[in-house]
């Protein structure tokens, strides 16, 4: 499964990204207002850190104004993915901008119906919220399950981008599910690493070899 980071922070994009583990970059408006900084230039700054995959997302809510936004976008870097929310006006500019061969992902996905909507008109990736499903007492990891099925039996072949995804467990299920991506914030990326034993575990090595072999090296 491919890892991207659901930020626009430049400082933890490039942590994550030196480490190897950064497949590319999702935004939305919320993430980039939090940044505070111009949304184009942030974009580009992140598209020329990361070597992937970077979605920057319209912020028109009717075709017209959707797909000249999304034209608008592409058109930033090579590697730039056009992100259209799910409407039924949203369908229709993910129509257009795919028969233009501009890459999109449909996002603020909660059913598979919306999500054979996404695939029907060409998305590359399709990205379910499974964090906020469960916020509103849905089941966010079975919606994720439902697409990843639905997807895989029609032989469909937009790409399931397991979003909002909150803790390293949401993570894990959505590898089990078969998702092709997940975004993952940087607060949940940074848990992936932990694991109370591991720190035991490197502590004992520590205070056996000390014990044994006082100060001596390998360098
Ligand atoms: O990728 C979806 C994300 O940006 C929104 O979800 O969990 O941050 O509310 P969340």
């Not at 919606?143 to 397991?162: H, P, S, W």
């Amino acid at each position: 499964m491919k890892f991207f980071i659901d930020t626009a922070n430049l400082d933890e994009i490039r942590e994550m990204n030196d480490l190897g583990i950064v497949d590319g970059v999702t935004t939305n408006p919320s993430i980039i207002a939090r940044e505070g900084k111009d949304l184009k230039q942030t974009l580009i700054q992140i598209c020329e850190m990361v070597n992937g995959p970077v979605s920057g997302e319209v912020l028109a809510l009717d075709t017209e104004g959707m797909v000249k936004e999304g034209v608008e976008i592409s058109k930033w870097h090579p590697n730039m993915v056009v992100k259209i929310p799910l409407t039924q006006a949203g369908i229709g500019a993910v129509a257009q901008l795919s028969k233009m061969g501009i890459k999109t992902n449909v996002t603020t996905v909660y059913s598979a119906s919306q999500a054979l909507l996404a695939a029907k008109v060409g998305a590359t990736y399709v990205s379910p919220f499974v964090g906020r499903s469960d916020d509103v007492l849905m089941d966010g990891m079975r919606m994720l399950r439902d697409i990843c099925e639905v997807y895989r039996v029609q032989g469909i072949k937009t790409q399931v981008l397991a979003a909002s995804m909150r803790t390293p467990t949401y993570v894990v299920e959505a590898a089990r599910a078969g998702a092709d991506v997940a975004t993952i914030p940087y607060a949940t990326m940074k848990k992936m690493f932990w694991h109370p034993m591991t720190d035991v575990s490197i502590d004992d090595f520590m205070k056996d070899w000390k014990n044994a072999m006082g100060d001596a090296k390998i360098l």
